[in-house]
T-cell receptor, first 113, second 112 residues
Framework: KAGVTQTPRYLIKTRGQQVTLSCSPISGHRSVSWYQQTPGQGLQFLFEYFSETQRNKGNFPGRFSGRQFSNSRSEMNVSTLELGDSALYLC????????????FGSGTQLSVL | LAKTTQPISMDSYEGQEVNITCSHNNIATNDYITWYQQFPSQGPRFIIQGYKTKVTNEVASLFIPADRKSSTLSLPRVSLSDTAVYYCLVGERGTGFQKLVFGTGTRLLVSP
């Protein structure tokens, strides 16, 4: 069974641009969560999607948004990029909403210049 | 909302047993405690999960006292490859939904 796949692996953008990250969950998993990881703030929860609906959201500004498609694949979008958005963005899938057992992808390393 | 507190870092030597404790004073009745391991530039990897007493698998043991306000991850006979960051995760509920909160993580360094 294939694991969680995140694309792209690395991304370089400039301030003010927007970016879209993609996540394909493990087959059969309907819940997808997104996390931001930085050296200073650690691992922070962004949002969780289940059955194409956002079920929970962390404390991030509205520039961070996401969506989930009918095949459970998910995308995360960050608009008007700031330098502080440079981070490793991780996607995790699970078999049910709010599950504590998550399967993480390798992440997308975003650098904002 | 349940918060977790872990030591920031720990040092050990190969072959020793390592115990990492996580504090979660406000854990809810239906919450489970889960530990993850993370290597640099990789996503966290599930290690072990428990609700109460003791759980053991091929990688680690998890000890949870009766009041469930803390838990201890035990790694037997660590090797250099166990050098990683370890996160304690407690499932929590907020505004009708479950919101997952990772702890600060404990950076374990295993030396020869």
């Amino acid at each position: 069974k294939a694991g969680v796949t995140q694309t792209p692996r690395y991304l370089i953008k400039t301030r003010g641009q927007q970016v879209t990250l993609s996540c394909s969950p493990i087959s059969g998993h309907r819940s997808v969560s997104w996390y931001q990881q930085t050296p200073g703030q650690g691992l922070q929860f962004l949002f969780e999607y289940f059955s194409e609906t956002q079920r929970n959201k962390g404390n991030f500004p509205g520039r961070f948004s996401g969506r989930q498609f009918s095949n459970s694949r998910s995308e995360m979008n960050v608009s008007t990029l700031e330098l502080g958005d440079s981070a490793l963005y991780l996607c995790a899938s699970s078999s049910r909403q709010g599950a504590e057992k998550l399967f993480f992808g390798s992440g997308t390393q975003l650098s904002v210049l | 909302l349940a918060k977790t507190t872990q030591p920031i870092s720990m040092d050990s030597y190969e072959g020793q047993e390592v115990n990492i404790t996580c504090s979660h004073n406000n854990i809810a009745t239906n919450d489970y405690i889960t530990w993850y391991q993370q290597f640099p530039s990789q996503g966290p990897r599930f290690i072990i999960q428990g609700y109460k007493t003791k759980v053991t698998n091929e990688v680690a043991s998890l000890f949870i006292p009766a009041d469930r306000k803390s838990s201890t991850l035990s790694l037997p006979r660590v090797s250099l490859s166990d050098t990683a960051v370890y996160y304690c995760l407690v499932g929590e509920r907020g505004t009708g939904f479950q919101k997952l909160v990772f702890g600060t993580g404990t950076r374990l360094l295993v030396s020869p």
